[in-house]
């Protein structure tokens, strides 16, 4: 059946817009965000998912307010138009693509609300294809870009309201699309063996820097990389597509972490650029948030479940209990501080997720406490 973004011509296959290339069940387009004051007061999530071969649509919106997270998750049948991203009582809106989007929650009836729109400050950063599995097999084809930005607007849980200013609220985007495992096949629902990715993002001045990693169980490498990019003033200057990126040839970190947990609790990062030059920096969380409150491998709310129709739920849990050992608990975002010498220069987060053997720090088990 067709829609009406078949009018315009952007297909890439004889079939609707619609319609993926591939029948395989674990298509997905998706939507990600984090946001966060710079003193980790308040941070938060927003994502939209559509899993066309699936049928399947889903959105979730999470914040941390006075130490509990609060979720609210809705999942519904995927609409025929590809461009309706709304969810029960959760919306998006491109409201200037690559620039400026809107994100909308309703709480009448679950107590948790928002009104959000995030506005660029880098060009959106192609971080490419990803092809990859083991044993030649294809597990994961996808293609991802990014941005960071800031955020204006304000959220409201059982009828307390935040402000959310720009001026102290910044925050990433991404959008990925392509194949990898999602709902039952999720790395929690059936084990991923060994598991070491990071992300560190961080915000000096001027600077936007992004740091990743993700390794094998003896901590060899897959990924090892890093780039800076320029900000700007105002969204509308936000080149469609980054072109001054400036790459690390490489970085290294030390990590502490919470006894008796993989939890990071402090880092010592070294970043070495094309010029000889290097940049070594210490960060400290002031504040967590899980990312299970997006959907992250939730037992009931893992990307692109077939919940039976539309169906919303509110989740909240304290984040001073959070049990450690739980699958859906490892991939875990800090916001942090970042010092030189002892003097605070920026702000940004660290993404973690560690699961199964890690030599490096002798952890052998799979998810929990070593």
């Known amino acids: 059946m067709i829609s009406w973004a078949d009018d315009y011509s952007i297909h890439q296959t004889t079939t609707y817009v619609r319609v993926p290339s591939t029948s395989d069940r674990n298509f997905y387009d998706r939507f990600w965000y984090n946001g966060y004051q710079t003193d980790g007061e308040v941070m938060f999530g927003c994502a939209f998912g559509r899993y066309p071969n699936r049928f399947v649509v889903d ?112 925050g990433l985007r991404d959008k990925s699309w392509g194949v990898r495992p999602i709902a039952e096949q999720s790395a929690a629902a059936i084990g991923a063996g060994s598991v070491f990715w990071m992300n560190v993002v961080l915000q000096l001045e001027d600077d936007f820097s992004v740091a990743r990693t993700a390794q094998d169980a003896h901590g060899r490498p897959r990924t090892l990389a890093g780039y800076y990019a320029p900000l700007y003033a105002a969204s509308g200057e936000v080149p469609i597509g980054e072109q001054q990126l400036r790459h690390m040839t490489t970085w290294e970190f030390e990590l502490d972490f919470l006894d008796d947990s993989r939890r990071i609790t402090g880092g010592r990062y070294r970043f070495c650029w094309p010029d000889g030059s290097e940049t070594q920096i210490d960060g400290r969380p002031l504040g967590t948030f899980w990312y299970a409150g997006l959907g992250y491998e939730h037992p009931r709310w893992h990307h692109g479940l077939d919940h039976g129709g539309l169906v919303v739920e509110r989740e909240d849990w304290s984040v001073a209990e959070v049990d450690l050992s739980r699958p859906d608990r490892q991939f875990m975002c800090h916001v942090m501080e970042y010092c030189m010498g002892g003097t605070v220069i920026g702000s940004g987060h660290t993404e973690q997720l560690f699961l199964g053997p890690y030599s490096p720090y002798g952890w052998g088990d799979v998810y929990a406490s070593s």
């Not at 083991?134 to 849980?157: A, C, K, L, N």
């Open 59 to 170: 959105a979730h919106f999470t914040v941390v307010l006075d130490g509990v997270q609060h979720s609210l998750h809705a999942s519904g049948p995927a609409p025929l138009d590809p461009t309706d991203t709304t969810v029960g009582p959760i919306r998006l809106d491109i409201a200037q693509p690559m620039r400026a989007h809107r994100f909308r929650a309703d709480g009448a009836s679950h107590g948790v609300a928002c009104d959000l729109t995030f506005q660029a400050r880098t060009g959106s950063i192609d971080e490419g294809r990803d092809h990859s599995g083991p044993h030649g097999q294809t597990v994961i084809d996808s293609t991802r870009f990014m941005q960071y930005g800031t955020w204006q607007g304000w959220i409201e849980v059982d009828g307390r309201r935040v402000e959310i200013r720009s001026d102290r609220c910044q």
